[in-house]
């Protein structure tokens, strides 16, 4: 996987990676703030995934 889009924010570009219990994460390439926007999103969405 190479791109995420999240409908509402846009495409992130992401590296996927393994994590501890067989679980994977992302971490997020872009040169904008993923986190910052990610942040706002959700609080203004209400919505926060799990």
């Given at each position: ?15 996927a ?33 799990v």
């Amino acid at each position: 996987m190479q791109t995420v889009t999240i409908s509402g924010i846009g495409e992130f570009a992401v590296e996927a990676r393994w994590r501890q219990m067989a679980k994977i994460g992302f971490a997020f390439l872009s040169k904008r703030g993923a986190r910052f926007q990610l942040v706002a999103y959700f609080a203004s969405s209400g919505e926060y995934p799990v």
